[in-house]
């Protein structure tokens, strides 16, 4: 948002510098990021009038113009598209160093001497429009140096508007600000005029089917309308907030939409058919080219304003071709409308199509100051255009918001604050920002929330209002304190630095990621859970309008995001929370950690060549997770088999622990990979911290060391493919004896050997006893007692003997 000072002096006085202006309203929450200045002196530069234009003789695009400047006459060579004879232009002599840096030369072009230059806006440091010359006003003389025909520099503040605050995308909005942090009182423009006697309802007739997405609408009509440049002093205000002036009409429409906040928009009332206003959606034959030339391919929930035949324009964002002004136009319908902001941000993303009305209405425009705006356009446009306006306004607002009123406790500000503001203080500065005080107490005062506040819903959002405008740097840092609170438990937080150890330890870095998502990548891997979702009701962005129900989806993304940047490897984790609606359709959030592996990174580094298998990624991410587990002292972990729709069948686990689902693991489906151009498997987990950091504190039975040493045995087996690791390790820890000391599965195998629907595993078993050394017969007949289980277990599985 760009502030013009001469324009904010409108509106309000202020005796301070623009770098102190600047300070004040950064510190009351508007980031100023710039302050430029725009003009100058301009030395060297003055009005000059053009008495004659030639052709170039040696250029097709070149003229030769003959310019005076009040002494004496000058030839220019000129490349300008448009050079009027009478015009008044700036023009400026050789040896004239322009605000860029550039000194003019007596020089020849194309055979030419040149003897001076006839300047455009940007030439001039005015503005960045190269569109052509830039004109003065007809009443200038030749020869008037063009910094008394502009004026003095103007200071311009570049400021930064925080999405809350679509009230101070206005000048009127800014000066509100300036007024109460000056203390000093604001002034609003007229807005009244007088109305003809022909009824607004008799010239045109307005419907809105889409309530929801439109809640107000209004229309007026005006008429015997004479288009015609805009007067100096609005073009001034235009061009130094990076507008470019076109018409009365038009530059009324921006002018007003800059200083009140709401975007309007004029349509030519005799290309409307039957002088009819509908505002709807789509139908599927319906077709729209914008002002900018380009048919728009329209969605079906995209909101139109269109007429008793045809779309007029894309609502909140543009115009369309075929109904807009012209120097023919003598007849006009304002437009002055609150559309939702959803519809307006989803139709700009969608169309890649932002413009200054759009990025207004997408951050919400005040519903209550819809028709003053209007009403402000229509004196305007009788003023200089010399319009005449029917009477009445057709305003289409079937639900008016109800009034609000919040409550503010004068205690309730020192305590939150730390200082104590006078009730008189705080009134003062709530009436300063247009905040009505309502009824006031020894204790507290209700105030009134105008609806051009809609970020106000708290007390606490009032005790901020006061707090920026008395002043942030008023309120004491005290020293950071430290106490003890008897009884506090920490064991959560130090067992999640546990956590975040123990996965360090294991070779993985931390990520972050926000909780906010696009539905779209929710979609992606789960697409039945919608309705679990909670969905922000006033999003920033589509790509954040959504809480994360999972963080696998963003660590793919994560993982994806570092292989588009040629990383061959990686090795995640995420500890953060999830959002869903719970069995009763109540919000509800829990933490969760996530693992995230892609690339050889259960391989060392002479090994690291080969392609990876899906085996061999799921083994690594189960891996990882046992370690975790067992790190963090649980027992009676088991891993079962599950399908879940972004897993790849047959590579993925639900985490339990005592029969509970705690979590899931797998690799990432080919499909879903490659929406991120992952072309070698990728696995990741998600487990619920609440059922893993229990026991991370509880110490470990110290078990004295077995003096004896171990004996191993090995075991491979045929079995049909859907016996699974877990099922294996449960038959023989529930068969073999104590001497038991380990099983380690080394190999897993399918082939044309194994036969169809039959698969090769084989174990190592450890056995050591505590008591004496074992004896090769004693071993054997462990081997045997599991043997047998696994045979009575398992029907048709063959052991592999020698």
């Not at 109540?586 to 002479?606: D, N």
Request: charged residues 25%.
């Amino acid at each position: 948002m760009k502030l013009p000072l001469c324009w904010l002096k409108d509106y309000v006085d202020f005796d301070d510098t623009p770098q102190g202006l600047a300070d004040r309203l950064t510190f009351s929450g508007v980031e100023v990021e710039g302050i430029e200045t725009i003009g100058g002196d301009f030395p060297g530069v003055a009005a000059g009038e053009v008495r004659a234009v030639k052709p170039h003789p040696n250029a097709d695009r070149l003229k030769l113009v003959t310019v005076f400047d009040g002494s004496r006459e000058h030839v220019v060579v000129c490349g300008a598209p448009v050079v009027e004879v009478g015009a008044k232009y700036p023009f400026a002599v050789t040896g004239t160093t322009l605000p860029g840096g550039m000194t003019l030369k007596k020089s020849k072009i194309r055979g030419v001497v040149s003897e001076g230059m006839l300047c455009a806006e940007d030439e001039l440091g005015i503005s960045d429009d190269h569109s052509g010359l830039m004109r003065l006003d007809d009443s200038c003389k030749p020869g008037t140096p063009l910094s008394e025909i502009l004026g003095p520099p103007e200071t311009v503040l570049d400021l930064e508007i925080t999405p809350n605050r679509p009230d101070c995308l206005s000048i009127i909005g800014l000066a509100r600000e300036v007024s109460a942090l000056y203390g000093r009182p604001l002034r609003l423009p007229a807005a009244d005029f007088e109305e003809t006697s022909e009824d607004v309802n008799a010239l045109a007739a307005v419907e809105v089917k889409e309530p929801e997405k439109c809640p107000r609408y209004t229309a007026r009509v005006l008429q015997n309308i004479r288009i015609a440049p805009s007067p100096e002093w609005m073009q001034k205000r235009l061009k130094l907030a990076g507008i470019r002036p076109i018409s009365n009409v038009v530059d009324i429409t921006n002018f007003v939409m800059l200083e009140a906040g709401q975007p309007l928009h004029a349509f030519d009332k005799s290309l409307l058919a039957d002088s009819r206003i509908i505002v709807r959606l789509p139908s599927p034959d319906d077709r729209l080219s914008t002002l900018d030339g380009i048919e728009r391919k329209l969605e079906p929930d995209m909101l139109l304003i269109a007429d008793a035949k045809r779309p007029v324009a894309l609502a909140g964002v543009m115009g369309g071709a075929g109904s807009e002004i012209s120097d023919n136009t003598t007849s006009v319908l304002l437009e002055s409308a609150c559309f939702d902001m959803d519809t307006t941000r989803k139709t700009s993303r969608r169309l890649g199509l932002s413009t200054d009305s759009s990025y207004r209405f997408e951050r919400g425009v005040d519903i209550g100051g819809v028709d003053w705006a209007s009403r402000r356009a229509a004196k305007l446009m009788i003023d200089l255009a010399g319009a005449q306006c029917a009477r009445g306004v057709i305003d289409i607002y079937p639900k008016p918001p109800a009034a609000r009123s919040i409550v503010c406790r004068f205690d309730a500000i020192s305590s939150l604050l730390g200082i104590e503001v006078e009730p008189g203080r705080v009134w003062q500065i709530f009436e300063g920002l247009g905040l009505a005080v309502t009824a006031v107490d020894e204790a507290s005062c209700a105030v009134g929330i105008p609806t051009f506040r809609g970020d106000l819903e708290r007390e606490v959002d009032l005790i901020e209002e006061v707090a920026r405008i008395y002043g942030l740097d008023k309120i004491p840092s005290p020293a950071p304190q430290t106490r003890v609170v008897p009884g506090a438990d920490d064991r959560k937080t130090r067992a999640r630095f546990a956590c975040r150890g123990t996965l360090v330890g294991l070779g993985l870095r931390e990520v972050m990621s926000y909780s906010l998502v696009a539905p779209q990548l929710l979609d992606l891997f789960d697409p039945a859970g919608a309705k679990s979702r909670i969905v922000l009701p006033h999003p920033i962005s589509t790509d954040q309008s959504v809480l994360r129900t999972s963080l696998i989806p963003q660590m793919v993304e994560n993982l994806g995001y570092n292989r588009a940047r040629q990383l061959p490897e990686a090795a995640f984790f995420e500890i953060g929370h999830v959002f869903f609606h719970d069995a009763k359709g109540a919000p509800s959030e829990e933490e969760r950690v996530a693992i995230g592996l892609m690339g050889p990174v259960g391989r060392c580094s002479l090994d690291k060549r080969k392609p990876v298998t899906e085996g061999e990624a799921f083994l690594w991410i189960r891996g990882v997770v046992e370690a975790l587990l067992s790190d963090l002292r649980m027992t009676g972990v088991s891993f079962v088999r599950t399908d879940r729709p972004y897993f790849e069948p047959g590579h993925a686990a639900a985490v339990a622990v005592a029969g509970i689902e705690i979590g899931v693991l797998g690799v990432v489906r080919r499909a879903v990979r490659d929406e991120w151009r992952i072309s070698d498997p990728a696995a990741v987990a998600e487990i619920r911290t609440a059922d893993i950091l229990g026991g991370v504190f509880t110490l470990k039975r110290i078990r004295e060391l077995a003096p004896y040493p171990p004996i191993q045995r090995d075991i491979a087996m045929l079995v049909d493919e859907a016996v699974t690791n877990e099922a294996v390790m449960d038959i023989i820890r529930g068969a073999a004896p104590r001497e038991l000391e380990r099983i380690e599965l080394f190999d897993v195998f399918t082939g044309k050997n194994t036969g169809p629907g039959r698969k090769s595993m084989a174990y190592s078993l450890i056995f050591r006893s505590a008591e004496k050394t074992l004896t090769d017969e004693q071993a054997n007949g462990y081997y045997d007692v599991v043997k047998r289980a696994l045979e009575k277990a398992l029907p048709g599985i063959e052991i592999r003997e020698g």
